[in-house]
């Protein structure tokens, strides 16, 4: 990303030891550091369950609310150097909890069907630096990984899920990891999550390799189960669905998700 946000009012900024806390106050107006320590949750008995995978996932639920807490952690071979660091590239714009808030607020703020963020934090030392980050856990029945470990979806769900990505791709929303794991369903909607790395991009080649990157992850997690459920008229119908074209124009939203110069 580039440029600055324009952020709203709600928006509160906090110097802690070693760094800063970026949160919206009009969803966790008493957040403290404790919150991104999933002992803090485990000792109040609020944890409710974990997930490991790019980063290590807890599921908070307190006074009512539900959170999903993520430590951003390494994948691949630079896992092997560092677990959790990341070189820092002067300034808390640039790291990847604040960079990855910011987007997902002006996401949600022009409408997508995106977790509200809550809060980010990161803490410098040296030349590296640690993050987390908060957003709200949605009410669905799962992931499309999860759901198609259970049963075959209907050629409707496919469509939704077509369409759902074009929303992103119209406003140049390019997902670093669009893959079956960061699509969430419910009986109504279709969510994108994990908006880590993602960048706001003119029109190009990168939305068909997105397409080909989901492809990749729906032959990889039905390889070994029954062949319906991920088929040929399957992926059709996800085009289909991502080839119709929206009934609104995006020219609004897009105006709301782009940073100022």
């Known amino acids: ?17 070693g760094g800063a806390m970026l949160y919206d106050a009009s969803r966790v107006s008493n957040l403290s550091p404790s919150w991104f320590d999933p002992r803090h949750w485990q000792g109040r008995g609020e944890l409710d369950g974990d997930a ?22 390494r994948g691949g071979l630079m896992a092997h150097v560092s677990a959790d660091r990341y070189f820092w590239r002067g300034g808390e714009e640039r790291t990847r909890p ?11 703020r022009a409408g997508l069907p995106v977790p509200a963020p809550l809060a980010a934090r990161y803490q410098h030392s040296g030349s590296t630096y640690v993050g987390d ?12 990984t999860e759901c198609l470990r259970t049963g075959a979806l209907s050629i409707v769900t496919w469509v939704g899920i077509g369409r759902c990505i074009r929303r992103f791709h119209d406003l ?3 997902h ?25 991009r003119k029109a190009g080649l990168w939305r068909d390799r997105n397409l ?5 992850s729906l032959e990889k997690i039905t390889y070994g189960l029954p062949a319906e ?8 119908a996800l085009l289909d669905g991502y080839r119709r074209p929206a009934a609104d124009r995006p020219e609004a939203a897009a105006d709301q998700i782009r940073p100022s110069a």
């Not at 009012?9 to 802690?16: F, L, P, R």
């Not at 080909?212 to 990749?216: D, E, G, I, M, N």
């Not at 459920?229 to 059709?236: I, L, N, Q």
Request: proline share 1%.
């Open 52 to 73: 490991q995978g790019r980063g290590a996932t807890y599921y908070i639920k307190t006074g009512g609310k539900r959170f999903v807490l993520r430590d951003y952690r």
């Open 229 to 236: 459920r991920f088929t040929e008229p399957d992926w059709h």
């Open 172 to 174: 140049g929303v390019c």
């Open 176 to 200: 670093a990891d669009l893959n079956a794991h960061n699509i969430l369903l419910s009986e109504e909607a279709v969510y994108l999550i994990d908006f880590d790395r993602c960048q706001l």
């Open 1 to 17: 990303m580039s440029g600055r946000w324009s952020l709203g009012s709600e928006v509160k900024h906090s110097a802690i030891s």
């Open 133 to 144: 980050i908060i957003t709200e856990r949605l009410a669905t029945v799962g992931s499309l």
């Open 98 to 108: 604040f960079a990855e808030w910011a987007l997902t607020y002006r996401l949600h």
């Open 212 to 216: 080909v990157r989901l492809r990749r």
